[in-house]
């Protein structure tokens, strides 16, 4: 299965890079992690904030494959924890399913998003920086996968 991480944002710090390389490689073969970074909208002073909204939004959907399940994340959306995401992940492959999970830019992800998702998660009540969402994901993915493995690792 594949699960793509589809993000507004740009060139992540080297330690982003990292984290997400580490856990990729632990992952097994049949789970590729990608990540695709779609360009934030332009933004100033006199930005009118939905329009750069949609705009991103649109190209999110243009991103997602076709046939992907969608999960959006959004600060409204439910709190999930690791056992949860193991179940979820045992059902997406046990369907043949590739997931989508989107990471709107710095003011969320446009209405068109979050109605195509058939799932919305919160990560956390606080805000993270998008950097660290990358490899948060990352890191719960692969535990979600060793909690399925029954490996050690999630104790």
């Known amino acids: 299965m594949r699960v793509s991480l589809i993000c507004i944002g740009g060139k992540m710090p080297a330690w982003v890079d990292d984290g997400v390389a580490e856990y990729r490689k632990r992952l097994p073969p049949e789970i590729q992690f990608e990540i695709r970074d779609l360009p934030l909208s332009k933004r100033g002073k006199n930005t009118d904030i939905r329009r750069a909204i949609a705009q991103e939004g649109e190209a999110m959907l243009a991103a997602i494959p076709k046939g992907d399940t969608v999960v959006a994340l959004d600060v409204k959306g439910k709190s999930i924890s690791t056992e949860s995401l193991a179940s979820s992940l ?17 003011d969320g992800l446009s209405a068109d998003c979050l109605a195509i998702a058939k799932q919305k998660w919160s ?9 660290l969402v990358r490899v ?11 909690i399925l493995a029954k490996h050690p690792y999630h104790r």
Do not use: C, F, K
């Open 90 to 106: 045992e059902s997406w492959q046990m369907d043949g399913d590739n997931i989508s999970l989107l990471v709107g830019g710095p």
């Open 123 to 131: 990560l956390s009540a606080m805000t993270l920086p998008h950097p």
């Open 136 to 146: 948060v994901l990352a890191e719960q993915l692969y535990r979600a996968w060793t």
